[in-house]
Every structure is written in structure tokens, then in C-alpha cells.
């Protein structure tokens, strides 16, 4: 009784097994793996494939798969011996042979035996819907086509002023972003054929030997082409193998992969002037969007030619003008306003300005033609007063030619009424340089001393005033000496007036041979010439220039056959030290030139004093600035500016120079302009200063959470001294939260200081405790380069000098891989100072540099700036656009050439066009001077180099030395006229800039 009730519970599950087999709404099929024949189907199967259970379990998978994917099945049994599951993708045949989209889930199941459970699903409506939505995306993208195709269209109507390359471009554009096989516009000739004017697209071929006519009496004129002309309308051609008219040419259109054509006439001022034809590799492809598209495309053709026909007019309406203006003996500039741009010039005005067409001119900024900003206001302002009350003049006034020669012109200008709406200036140029050369030559005749040829007093007086302002804008001393001849009036009355003016004659010659370029030399009358000595950085250039009046001074003279030997005696007074006016600074050499004068002792430099207002035996070092400064220091006026460095490894900040500004009379002096009057007293007082105050804000931004390292500049003076390193212990003490190692101390080689005395002591022992020792400005004493291996140092920091002249000198990077190339041979780390553009970045980045520093990442900031600036900095990439990182990759490989010849080993030649100098020469072709000749020497290089790679397998020894002489040659020969044409460039462009403003 118990076993028949199990049996019935058994078949009761059956039978619902059976019910939702049967009832599923996807066809469920048994297959054996092995004949993929049906063992079992569900209704559903059934119904979806017309066939009775009965008939499919005779059946295979086979016979219901379309023949299409026969394959499928073998595939299938692959993946399911694999993983024991397959999904797919299939096309089912039902009995009455129609097909449709199935998705297959199969899985491997083992019972009493192996088995195959595939369920199927109709996904007919699903493909459906993803035609659908494929259709919609093509529509879209055709739009999106079409609206560039437009838009590209309108710009290049708007550019063109050639006929041929308008139709040229815009069959061209149509072909592209219509996706056409052939666009192409025809005109008929004087016989009614019709002639290729323009055309575009891969089936070009078509067009080769076609006829077409107007005419509607013959078979070539009843196609598209000759409809359109005829009806003045479009005619769309939606199937080509359809329809009759294209007879003649359909089987051509076959060959060329055309289905569907549209033929649109194209009216040029009015009138019927061609027809613009296309044809498309798809029929029926015209629908209404594209229709909508070719229309206004032709009818865009239509108003481009239209601007032509105006332009056209336009010009042959001005060359009438045209030549009235150039017959003009004046030259004649129209001016259009606002954008201040030269609109037309005459013949005359281009031979004025040196200028071989109008191009050169017109369409140029009338900014161009001045040699300054200054006069180009001047000009301006008169414009201005034209524009508002007709007209206005001026005189006098620079223009510069072509060549950089500077002519001179009256201008008179007037208003010019237009219809446009734009305002314009006519201008009359009157060349009047021949005038301004006389004037010149009279005011520098008042302007000289008539014995000497040296600026006179008045002369003096005007360039006083301009040599202040250089120094305070420059921040570089500025020394005015009075010189005085000793005993010359006893020589004038012993030889004669005459021989004494030979004498003065002689003298201004040695003085001014004595002196450099950018300084000035005045005769005051009698014996007393005043000297203004610019540009000095300390007083030790000023012992120089010093150094060599006395010793121009010193030698003999020779009057009416005797040796005469003549001393002088000079006042100093060194500007902004003594901070006075033209007049002031003047007086004041002179009394310091008395004071000389009176000295007991003429040896050595005592023909020289310096100012003082109690005058008497001063040093260089002004007392005066050293008592202002050491009360600066005490008050607060004296401030500390911090410059970042920045780790090359994490592109972060790590760490900040500590830069010294005293705030003195309103302005904000660096240390060149007073450190080197500082005694070793107030340098020693500095160094405490900078040291404790810097300490004691790099406490406070570790306590904000930044680990930055400090970097504090030491005088020779304060290493020099016997306590230096116990001084330094000792203010370190006070703030227990820094490592030492957090601290560098920035030294300058001078000498031998750091070689000799107790120096090297301080250093070592500093460096012993975990001080870190940097070697400042290294390169500008390179000379001394050979002794920087004994000193003890952990860092070097190269001049930034050698930096910022790189990007108009490239050639000179071979001096910065050389102090680089030190520096990694040494051990020690490597920043580089002067880093002031995003080509330096660029460059430094690729030669592996330790730290950077300069302009390019910050100006030295005050210390409320620094915390924000750490955190959010991050150092780019830099340009890599540039000569130096080209030629820095260029010199790795030549310099692996050279080793290759020395040391005969293999290396890995970089080809010609591979090489990045051979990029950027090509890039900047159109800015660089000679590029030929660059391209050409560069390539003698590269096949040098090729060269010592093929002689080093079998060559001897002297032929790889001869060859690496000339890779040397040729390689400096390349890289002095690349840092020519670079400058050249350089200049070029700062020729098309706005000039700076001058204030003097």
C-alpha cells in the first residue's frame, strides 16, 4: 500500500513537470549530444516550428537550422565539451521554409545518461527593435553630416576668391560629409554638352569621356542632368538600374558602385548657370533631410559665386583708384577703426618703408610701421582728433622700414566718410628724414665738447637723469666720478696751449677706451671730465673699471719730444647709496674729488675717494648704509622672502630658499644692492637673522603637516669666521623640532676659501651632524669646477645663468649636461636655478634633475603665501615643442657615437627621421633661417654616425679617429647654426610684438 502511494506522488510530480514543460513560453528541446537528434519538445517548440511532436522526434537540429548556419552546431558541442554551457545566436526554418531570429541557452545535463537541455527563444521582435534603433542612429548621424557638411560649406564661401578652387573644395566637402560616390558640377557649352567644371569623390572615373546635352530630343539630354537645366528644378534618380532616363549611363554607374543620383541647377546671379550632380552608392537614399541638404548646398554654391562676381567688381572698381594713388610723389596709408589696421598704401609709401608689395603692409596692425609704443600713442591721439574734427598733422615723426632703419615723415591725416560703417583716416606721408638728419647733426653739435668730441654739460644733465632711472630699474649701483688732471696748468703754460689741448685730446681718448660700452664719459671744460659707471653688481666691478682708467692714466705722453708722465685725482659717489638727485650726486664727486686731491699719498688707489659727508679715508662699504641697516634689521624693515623647490621625482614642493628683502625709503631692495657695503659685523648679524627667523617658520608650517627642507644662504665672510658652525649648532638648539637634515646651507666657491682656513672645518662639521651642504651658482667660475671633488657638499646648484639663455642658445646646453654630468659623477644631488619657462621644465624632466627653481614655478612668495602654494602645486610637463629638448636627445646619441669610436663598442644608431631635431626642424620650417642648410647638416651627422657604426665591424683605428673628428665638427658646426637660427627666430618674433613702453 506504501509503495503505491509513492508511486502515485511520483506520478502526480510527473505530470506537473510535464504541465510546465509544456506550458513555458520558450520552445524547450532534449537533444542527444552525440546525433544532436530531439528526445523530448515541448509545445511551444512545436508550435514555433510547425511541426508535430511526433514529426520533430524523428528530426535532428539540423533540419531545422538554416542552411546559413550549418556550422553553428559543431561550434555549440565545442564550447559545451569545454564549459558545459553554451548561449548563442541562431536562425531557425519552420516546416513551411520561413526563417526567423532565435537565442539559444544550451547546457550539458547527465542523468541516467548525457543530455542536451537547449531552451529557445523568438527574439524577432528584439531584432526588430535594434534595426530600429540602428536605422535611427544612421538618421542621426547623416544630420549630424549634413549640418558639417553645411557649416563647412558657408566657411569656405566665405574665404574663397578663386572661382575654380570654390566648386574644387565644395564638391570635395559634399563628396566627404554626404557620403557620396561622385559630386561633380556641369556647365553646357556653346553645342549644349555639358562640361566638367569641378568635381569630387572616388568614382571619379565616371566622368571620363560621358556626354550629356541639354537637349531633351536626345537620349543624353532626358537623364537627371538635362532635366534639372531644362526644368530649373531638382531631379532625384532614387534607383539608377530603375529607371529609363539613365539608360545611357547605367551600366557605366554599375561599374562605378552608383545607385542613386540628383541632379540640382545652380543659379549664379539670377540666371541658370550650371548643374551641381551626386550620386550615392545606396537607392533610395534621398530622403527628405538629404533633399533639404543639397538644395541649400546649391543654392550656397550659387551665393558664393555671387560674392565672387561682387569682389570682382570691387576690385576693378579700386584699380582705378589704385593707380591715381600711386602716381602720388607722397606716401598715402588708409587706416581702418577700431582695429587700428593699415587698409590700402600707394607705390610711394611702400618704397618709404622699404616694403616690396602691399602685402607686407595692408591687413598689418599701423603699430607696425613705428619704432616704439611711445610713438605710435602720439600718432594715435592725432588719428583721434582727425576722426571726431575732420583732420589733424604732425611733424616729425619715426617710422620704421622693413630693413629696421629708422626714416622720418610729416603726417597729415583726414577723416574718410564710408558707407560701410567703419571709420577710417587717410593719411599723407611726407618723407622728411634728410630734415631731421640735419637737425640731429646740429643739436649733437650742441650736445658736444668741440675739443674733444665727448658729451658736454648739457649732454651730461640729460643722460644723468637716465642713468638713475636704468639703476633703479635695473637695481645695479651707479658710480659718478669727477676726474680732475693733476698739474696741468703747469704743462699748458711749459709747451703751449696747443700741446695742451693735444694732451686733453689724448686723454679723453685713453678714458674713453678705459671704460665699457654702457658707460658715459663728459668734458665739464678745462681738465674736469665727469664719468656715470653703470650696471655695477658690487664694488669689486667697479675696482675693475677703476683699475683700468689708472693704468690709462699712468702711461707717458709724448709733447714736442719729451716723456711727460700726468696723475689725476677722481671723486666717487656710489648711487643708491647716496640717494640724491643729478645735481647732488655731482656735487658731491666733486668734493670727494677735492678731498683726493689733498690726501697725503698717491700710491696704490688713493687717487680715488669715495663720499662721504664727513670726508675722509672710507672704504667701499658706506657707513652710512651699514648704521641705516643694522637699525633695519632691528626694526622689522628687513623681510625674508621664500622660493620653492621642487622635487622633480614627485613634481611636489620640497623644499624653500630663504630670500633676504629690505624694505629702505619706499622701495624693496635685494641684497645686490646693499650686501656688498656690509661689513663682516652686519653680514654675520644678516646670516643670524635670516637663520633664526626662517627656523622659526619652518617650525610652523611642520606643525601645519608640511615636511619641507629649508635652504639658507652663507656668506664666505660668515664661514670665514672661527665660531661659524658652533653659531649654527647653537641656533639650531632653540628649535628641537627640526632635523638637522632639514636645513642646507647654500656656500659660494670664491677662492680659495673653502679649501683653506677654518672653512673646511665648519663645513665638516656641520655635514658630520646632518647638515646638508649645497655649492651655490655652480658654473659661473667653471674653471674651479676641478677642485669641487674635495669639498665636502651634498648638493650643487647650477647658475641659473646657463638656464635662462638656453631658448636663444641651444647650442650652449652642452655647458649645463656638462655641470650635470658633474654633479652625477660626484654623487650629489642636482637643482637648477633660473628655470623660467615650460621648455625649461620640459628639458630638465628628460636630463633626470633633482630639484627646480625659478620663475617658472613661483617668484619667491611671503611667508603667509607659502602653505597654500605648497598644497596645491603640481609641476606640468612642461613644452616639449622645443630646440633644446630636440637637440638634448640628438647630442645622447651622438655622444654614444663618439664613445663608440673611442671605445670600439657597438651602439644603437637613431635613424635620421626618427631623431627629434629632424621633427622639430620640419614643425618650425617656416620660422627658422636657412632651414635647408640645417636639414642638410643634421643629416651629415646621422650618416657620420651610421658611418663609425658600419667601420667599427672591419675599420681600423685611425678611420674611426678620422671619422669621429669630423662627427665632432660637423656636430658643432650643426649646433652653432641651429642656436643662430633659433636667436633669429626669437628675434623675429619679438619684432612682432608690442614694444615695451621706454621711461626714459
Given at each position: 500500500?506504501?509503495?503505491?502511494?509513492?508511486?502515485?506522488?511520483?506520478?502526480?510530480?510527473?505530470?506537473?513537470?510535464?504541465?510546465?514543460?509544456?506550458?513555458?513560453?520558450?520552445?524547450?528541446?532534449?537533444?542527444?549530444?552525440?546525433?544532436?537528434?530531439?528526445?523530448?519538445?515541448?509545445?511551444?517548440?512545436?508550435?514555433?516550428?510547425?511541426?508535430?511532436?511526433?514529426?520533430?522526434?524523428?528530426?535532428?537540429?539540423?533540419?531545422?537550422?538554416?542552411?546559413?548556419?550549418?556550422?553553428?552546431?559543431?561550434?555549440?558541442?565545442?564550447?559545451?565539451?569545454?564549459?558545459?554551457?553554451?548561449?548563442?545566436?541562431?536562425?531557425?526554418?519552420?516546416?513551411?521554409?520561413?526563417?526567423?531570429?532565435?537565442?539559444?541557452?544550451?547546457?550539458?545535463?547527465?542523468?541516467?545518461?548525457?543530455?542536451?537541455?537547449?531552451?529557445?527563444?523568438?527574439?524577432?521582435?528584439?531584432?526588430?527593435?535594434?534595426?530600429?534603433?540602428?536605422?535611427?542612429?544612421?538618421?542621426?548621424?547623416?544630420?549630424?553630416?549634413?549640418?558639417?557638411?553645411?557649416?563647412?560649406?558657408?566657411?569656405?564661401?566665405?574665404?574663397?576668391?578663386?572661382?575654380?578652387?570654390?566648386?574644387?573644395?565644395?564638391?570635395?566637402?559634399?563628396?566627404?560629409?554626404?557620403?557620396?560616390?561622385?559630386?561633380?558640377?556641369?556647365?553646357?557649352?556653346?553645342?549644349?554638352?555639358?562640361?566638367?567644371?569641378?568635381?569630387?569623390?572616388?568614382?571619379?572615373?565616371?566622368?571620363?569621356?560621358?556626354?550629356?546635352?541639354?537637349?531633351?530630343?536626345?537620349?543624353?539630354?532626358?537623364?537627371?542632368?538635362?532635366?534639372?537645366?531644362?526644368?530649373?528644378?531638382?531631379?532625384?534618380?532614387?534607383?539608377?538600374?530603375?529607371?529609363?532616363?539613365?539608360?545611357?549611363?547605367?551600366?557605366?554607374?554599375?561599374?562605378?558602385?552608383?545607385?542613386?543620383?540628383?541632379?540640382?541647377?545652380?543659379?549664379?546671379?539670377?540666371?541658370?548657370?550650371?548643374?551641381?550632380?551626386?550620386?550615392?552608392?545606396?537607392?533610395?537614399?534621398?530622403?527628405?533631410?538629404?533633399?533639404?541638404?543639397?538644395?541649400?548646398?546649391?543654392?550656397?554654391?550659387?551665393?558664393?559665386?555671387?560674392?565672387?562676381?561682387?569682389?570682382?567688381?570691387?576690385?576693378?572698381?579700386?584699380?582705378?583708384?589704385?593707380?591715381?594713388?600711386?602716381?602720388?610723389?607722397?606716401?598715402?596709408?588708409?587706416?581702418?577703426?577700431?582695429?587700428?589696421?593699415?587698409?590700402?598704401?600707394?607705390?610711394?609709401?611702400?618704397?618709404?618703408?622699404?616694403?616690396?608689395?602691399?602685402?607686407?603692409?595692408?591687413?598689418?596692425?599701423?603699430?607696425?610701421?613705428?619704432?616704439?609704443?611711445?610713438?605710435?600713442?602720439?600718432?594715435?591721439?592725432?588719428?583721434?582728433?582727425?576722426?571726431?574734427?575732420?583732420?589733424?598733422?604732425?611733424?616729425?615723426?619715426?617710422?620704421?622700414?622693413?630693413?629696421?632703419?629708422?626714416?622720418?615723415?610729416?603726417?597729415?591725416?583726414?577723416?574718410?566718410?564710408?558707407?560701410?560703417?567703419?571709420?577710417?583716416?587717410?593719411?599723407?606721408?611726407?618723407?622728411?628724414?634728410?630734415?631731421?638728419?640735419?637737425?640731429?647733426?646740429?643739436?649733437?653739435?650742441?650736445?658736444?665738447?668741440?675739443?674733444?668730441?665727448?658729451?658736454?654739460?648739457?649732454?651730461?644733465?640729460?643722460?644723468?637723469?637716465?642713468?638713475?632711472?636704468?639703476?633703479?630699474?635695473?637695481?645695479?649701483?651707479?658710480?659718478?666720478?669727477?676726474?680732475?688732471?693733476?698739474?696741468?696748468?703747469?704743462?699748458?703754460?711749459?709747451?703751449?696751449?696747443?700741446?695742451?689741448?693735444?694732451?686733453?685730446?689724448?686723454?679723453?681718448?685713453?678714458?674713453?677706451?678705459?671704460?665699457?660700452?654702457?658707460?658715459?664719459?663728459?668734458?665739464?671744460?678745462?681738465?674736469?671730465?665727469?664719468?656715470?659707471?653703470?650696471?655695477?653688481?658690487?664694488?669689486?666691478?667697479?675696482?675693475?673699471?677703476?683699475?683700468?682708467?689708472?693704468?690709462?692714466?699712468?702711461?707717458?705722453?709724448?709733447?714736442?719730444?719729451?716723456?711727460?708722465?700726468?696723475?689725476?685725482?677722481?671723486?666717487?659717489?656710489?648711487?643708491?647709496?647716496?640717494?640724491?638727485?643729478?645735481?647732488?650726486?655731482?656735487?658731491?664727486?666733486?668734493?670727494?674729488?677735492?678731498?683726493?686731491?689733498?690726501?697725503?699719498?698717491?700710491?696704490?688707489?688713493?687717487?680715488?675717494?669715495?663720499?662721504?659727508?664727513?670726508?675722509?679715508?672710507?672704504?667701499?662699504?658706506?657707513?652710512?648704509?651699514?648704521?641705516?641697516?643694522?637699525?633695519?634689521?632691528?626694526?622689522?624693515?628687513?623681510?625674508?622672502?621664500?622660493?620653492?623647490?621642487?622635487?622633480?621625482?614627485?613634481?611636489?614642493?620640497?623644499?624653500?630658499?630663504?630670500?633676504?628683502?629690505?624694505?629702505?625709503?619706499?622701495?624693496?631692495?635685494?641684497?645686490?644692492?646693499?650686501?656688498?657695503?656690509?661689513?663682516?659685523?652686519?653680514?654675520?648679524?644678516?646670516?643670524?637673522?635670516?637663520?633664526?627667523?626662517?627656523?622659526?617658520?619652518?617650525?610652523?608650517?611642520?606643525?601645519?603637516?608640511?615636511?619641507?627642507?629649508?635652504?639658507?644662504?652663507?656668506?664666505?665672510?660668515?664661514?670665514?669666521?672661527?665660531?661659524?658652525?658652533?653659531?649654527?649648532?647653537?641656533?639650531?638648539?632653540?628649535?628641537?623640532?627640526?632635523?638637522?637634515?632639514?636645513?642646507?646651507?647654500?656656500?659660494?666657491?670664491?677662492?680659495?676659501?673653502?679649501?683653506?682656513?677654518?672653512?673646511?672645518?665648519?663645513?665638516?662639521?656641520?655635514?658630520?651632524?646632518?647638515?646638508?651642504?649645497?655649492?651655490?651658482?655652480?658654473?659661473?667660475?667653471?674653471?674651479?669646477?676641478?677642485?669641487?671633488?674635495?669639498?665636502?657638499?651634498?648638493?650643487?646648484?647650477?647658475?641659473?645663468?646657463?638656464?635662462?639663455?638656453?631658448?636663444?642658445?641651444?647650442?650652449?646646453?652642452?655647458?649645463?649636461?656638462?655641470?650635470?654630468?658633474?654633479?652625477?659623477?660626484?654623487?650629489?644631488?642636482?637643482?637648477?636655478?633660473?628655470?623660467?619657462?615650460?621648455?625649461?621644465?620640459?628639458?630638465?624632466?628628460?636630463?633626470?634633475?633633482?630639484?627646480?627653481?625659478?620663475?617658472?614655478?613661483?617668484?619667491?612668495?611671503?611667508?603667509?603665501?607659502?602653505?597654500?602654494?605648497?598644497?596645491?602645486?603640481?609641476?606640468?610637463?612642461?613644452?616639449?615643442?622645443?630646440?633644446?629638448?630636440?637637440?638634448?636627445?640628438?647630442?645622447?646619441?651622438?655622444?654614444?657615437?663618439?664613445?663608440?669610436?673611442?671605445?670600439?663598442?657597438?651602439?644603437?644608431?637613431?635613424?635620421?627621421?626618427?631623431?627629434?631635431?629632424?621633427?622639430?626642424?620640419?614643425?618650425?620650417?617656416?620660422?627658422?633661417?636657412?632651414?635647408?642648410?640645417?636639414?642638410?647638416?643634421?643629416?651629415?651627422?646621422?650618416?657620420?654616425?651610421?658611418?663609425i657604426l658600419q667601420v667599427r665591424q672591419s675599420g681600423t683605428r685611425e678611420e674611426l679617429h678620422h671619422l669621429l673628428i669630423q662627427l665632432h665638427g660637423h656636430s658643432h658646426r650643426f649646433k652653432e647654426s641651429l642656436g643662430q637660427a633659433v636667436q633669429g627666430m626669437r628675434a623675429d618674433a619679438a619684432a612682432t610684438a608690442l614694444p615695451p613702453s621706454s621711461n626714459e
Amino acid at each position: 500500500m506504501h509503495s503505491i502511494t509513492k508511486y502515485q506522488q511520483a506520478e502526480a510530480k510527473l505530470k506537473l513537470l510535464r504541465a510546465l514543460f509544456d506550458n513555458s513560453s520558450d520552445a524547450i528541446e532534449v537533444l542527444d549530444p552525440v546525433t544532436l537528434r530531439f528526445l523530448d519538445i515541448n509545445a511551444t517548440g512545436c508550435r514555433a516550428l510547425g511541426y508535430t511532436r511526433e514529426e520533430l522526434l524523428s528530426m535532428s537540429i539540423y533540419d531545422i537550422i538554416d542552411t546559413a548556419y550549418s556550422a553553428a552546431p559543431q561550434k555549440v558541442l565545442a564550447q559545451l565539451r569545454e564549459s558545459g554551457h553554451a548561449l548563442f545566436e541562431t536562425i531557425h526554418r519552420r516546416k513551411d521554409g520561413s526563417t526567423f531570429p532565435v537565442e539559444v541557452n544550451t547546457v550539458s545535463v547527465e542523468l541516467d545518461r548525457p543530455y542536451l537541455l537547449a531552451i529557445t527563444r523568438d527574439i524577432t521582435k528584439r531584432k526588430a527593435l535594434e534595426s530600429a534603433q540602428q536605422d535611427v542612429a544612421r538618421h542621426l548621424q547623416r544630420i549630424t553630416d549634413f549640418s558639417v557638411l553645411l557649416s563647412s560649406a558657408n566657411e569656405a564661401i566665405a574665404q574663397m576668391e578663386n572661382e575654380a578652387d570654390l566648386l574644387r573644395t565644395l564638391c570635395e566637402l559634399a563628396a566627404q560629409h554626404a557620403h557620396l560616390r561622385l559630386a561633380w558640377i556641369g556647365q553646357p557649352d556653346d553645342k549644349g554638352r555639358f562640361q566638367t567644371l569641378a568635381a569630387a569623390g572616388a568614382a571619379l572615373g565616371y566622368l571620363s569621356g560621358i556626354h550629356i546635352s541639354t537637349s531633351a530630343e536626345l537620349p543624353e539630354g532626358r537623364g537627371p542632368v538635362g532635366q534639372s537645366w531644362r526644368d530649373q528644378k531638382p531631379v532625384y534618380i532614387f534607383s539608377i538600374s530603375q529607371n529609363s532616363h539613365m539608360l545611357p549611363w547605367a551600366q557605366r554607374a554599375e561599374a562605378f558602385g552608383m545607385k542613386a543620383g540628383a541632379a540640382l541647377p545652380i543659379f549664379r546671379g539670377g540666371k541658370r548657370w550650371a548643374v551641381l550632380v551626386v550620386y550615392h552608392g545606396e537607392e533610395n537614399i534621398f530622403d527628405a533631410d538629404l533633399q533639404k541638404i543639397l538644395t541649400d548646398l546649391a543654392q550656397d554654391v550659387g551665393y558664393g559665386l555671387d560674392r565672387l562676381d561682387i569682389l570682382r567688381k570691387e576690385r576693378e572698381a579700386n584699380a582705378f583708384n589704385e593707380a591715381l594713388l600711386n602716381t602720388q610723389s607722397s606716401g598715402i596709408g588708409v587706416v581702418r577703426f577700431p582695429e587700428m589696421i593699415l587698409e590700402r598704401v600707394n607705390a610711394r609709401m611702400l618704397k618709404m618703408l622699404g616694403a616690396s608689395s602691399p602685402g607686407d603692409l595692408v591687413g598689418q596692425q599701423a603699430l607696425a610701421i613705428y619704432p616704439d609704443a611711445a610713438t605710435y600713442a602720439r600718432v594715435s591721439a592725432v588719428e583721434q582728433t582727425a576722426l571726431s574734427e575732420g583732420n589733424g598733422t604732425l611733424r616729425d615723426v619715426p617710422h620704421r622700414r622693413r630693413d629696421g632703419e629708422i626714416v622720418w615723415m610729416d603726417i597729415s591725416i583726414q577723416r574718410l566718410d564710408g558707407t560701410d560703417g567703419a571709420q577710417r583716416t587717410l593719411g599723407t606721408y611726407v618723407d622728411v628724414t634728410e630734415r631731421h638728419r640735419l637737425m640731429d647733426e646740429l643739436a649733437r653739435q650742441s650736445l658736444s665738447d668741440t675739443l674733444t668730441g665727448l658729451p658736454n654739460r648739457r649732454a651730461l644733465d640729460a643722460e644723468m637723469g637716465k642713468a638713475i632711472a636704468r639703476s633703479d630699474r635695473q637695481e645695479r649701483l651707479l658710480a659718478v666720478g669727477f676726474l680732475d688732471l693733476d698739474a696741468f696748468k703747469p704743462i699748458n703754460d711749459t709747451y703751449g696751449h696747443d700741446a695742451g689741448d693735444e694732451l686733453l685730446k689724448e686723454m679723453a681718448r685713453r678714458l674713453q677706451d678705459a671704460m665699457r660700452r654702457m658707460d658715459t664719459i663728459a668734458r665739464l671744460g678745462g681738465d674736469e671730465f665727469v664719468l656715470l659707471l653703470e650696471g655695477l653688481r658690487s664694488m669689486d666691478a667697479l675696482d675693475q673699471v677703476l683699475a683700468r682708467l689708472q693704468a690709462a692714466i699712468a702711461q707717458p705722453l709724448h709733447i714736442k719730444g719729451e716723456i711727460v708722465r700726468i696723475q689725476a685725482s677722481m671723486g666717487l659717489t656710489i648711487y643708491p647709496f647716496d640717494d640724491g638727485d643729478a645735481d647732488l650726486l655731482l656735487r658731491h664727486a666733486d668734493q670727494a674729488m677735492y678731498a683726493a686731491k689733498t690726501r697725503p699719498g698717491r700710491e696704490g688707489g688713493s687717487w680715488v675717494q669715495v663720499y662721504h659727508p664727513d670726508i675722509g679715508n672710507v672704504s667701499m662699504g658706506d657707513e652710512i648704509l651699514r648704521r641705516d641697516f643694522l637699525r633695519a634689521l632691528a626694526s622689522g624693515a628687513v623681510t625674508l622672502r621664500y622660493q620653492p623647490l621642487v622635487a622633480m621625482a614627485t613634481g611636489r614642493v620640497a623644499g624653500l630658499e630663504v630670500l633676504t628683502r629690505w624694505n629702505r625709503e619706499d622701495q624693496e631692495l635685494s641684497p645686490e644692492r646693499f650686501l656688498p657695503s656690509l661689513g663682516v659685523l652686519e653680514r654675520q648679524a644678516l646670516g643670524r637673522f635670516v637663520l633664526q627667523t626662517g627656523l622659526r617658520q619652518l617650525t610652523q608650517w611642520r606643525e601645519m603637516g608640511l615636511d619641507l627642507f629649508l635652504s639658507v644662504n652663507v656668506t664666505p665672510e660668515e664661514l670665514d669666521s672661527p665660531g661659524f658652525a658652533d653659531s649654527i649648532f647653537g641656533i639650531l638648539a632653540a628649535y628641537p623640532g627640526i632635523p638637522l637634515e632639514s636645513l642646507v646651507l647654500e656656500v659660494l666657491e670664491i677662492g680659495e676659501i673653502l679649501e683653506q682656513g677654518v672653512a673646511p672645518e665648519h663645513l665638516q662639521r656641520l655635514r658630520g651632524a646632518g647638515v646638508k651642504i649645497a655649492l651655490d651658482d655652480v658654473g659661473s667660475a667653471y674653471a674651479s669646477l676641478l677642485r669641487l671633488k674635495n669639498l665636502p657638499i651634498d648638493e650643487i646648484k647650477i647658475d641659473q645663468g646657463f638656464i635662462r639663455e638656453l631658448s636663444n642658445k641651444p647650442q650652449d646646453l652642452i655647458f649645463v649636461e656638462s655641470l650635470v654630468s658633474l654633479g652625477l659623477a660626484m654623487g650629489v644631488l642636482i637643482t637648477v636655478e633660473g628655470v623660467e619657462t615650460e621648455a625649461h621644465i620640459a628639458l630638465l624632466r628628460e636630463m633626470k634633475i633633482d630639484y627646480l627653481q625659478g620663475y617658472a614655478i613661483a617668484r619667491p612668495l611671503e611667508a603667509e603665501a607659502v602653505a597654500d602654494f605648497v598644497r596645491t602645486f603640481v609641476l606640468g610637463a612642461g613644452d616639449a615643442d622645443t630646440p633644446m629638448l630636440a637637440l638634448y636627445q640628438h647630442l645622447g646619441w651622438v655622444r654614444a657615437a663618439a664613445e663608440s669610436a673611442m671605445n670600439h663598442e657597438g651602439y644603437e644608431h637613431t635613424e635620421l627621421a626618427d631623431c627629434p631635431i629632424t621633427t622639430w626642424l620640419h614643425t618650425h620650417a617656416a620660422e627658422l633661417s636657412e632651414v635647408e642648410a640645417l636639414l642638410a647638416e643634421h643629416e651629415t651627422v646621422h650618416a657620420l654616425g651610421r658611418k663609425i657604426l658600419q667601420v667599427r665591424q672591419s675599420g681600423t683605428r685611425e678611420e674611426l679617429h678620422h671619422l669621429l673628428i669630423q662627427l665632432h665638427g660637423h656636430s658643432h658646426r650643426f649646433k652653432e647654426s641651429l642656436g643662430q637660427a633659433v636667436q633669429g627666430m626669437r628675434a623675429d618674433a619679438a619684432a612682432t610684438a608690442l614694444p615695451p613702453s621706454s621711461n626714459e
